[in-house]
């Protein structure tokens, strides 16, 4: 199945902004990474970016489940970019 990196950022003032969805998009990752969805994503030390991928049969899939987190529905995240991987090992 393809994987997609994702690569996105944060809105200002993220740790104080994401309190009230950080529960529910943990919850939801723990969800995707047991069915497969998500191999790994987290954010980079100065909480700026976030980087993830994905498995998914399309890229369409891909950007639904991104577009599904509670981070992306709230302002979270407020910009990403999707691109198909090709994992060489």
């Known amino acids: 199945m393809p994987k997609y990196v ?5 809105c200002e003032n993220v740790l104080e902004k994401r309190a009230p969805y950080r529960q529910a998009h943990l919850d939801r990752l723990s969800q995707l990474k047991d069915e497969g969805k998500v191999i790994t994503l987290g954010p980079t030390k100065d ?3 976030v980087f993830g991928v994905y498995e998914a049969e399309t890229e369409d899939a891909a950007r639904q489940l991104v577009e599904d987190d509670p981070y992306w529905q709230n302002g979270i995240w407020t910009e990403y970019e999707l691109l198909e991987w090709i ?3």
């Open 6 to 10: 994702l690569w996105g950022r944060y």
């Open 87 to 89: 994992q060489a090992f």
């Open 47 to 49: 909480v700026t970016r």
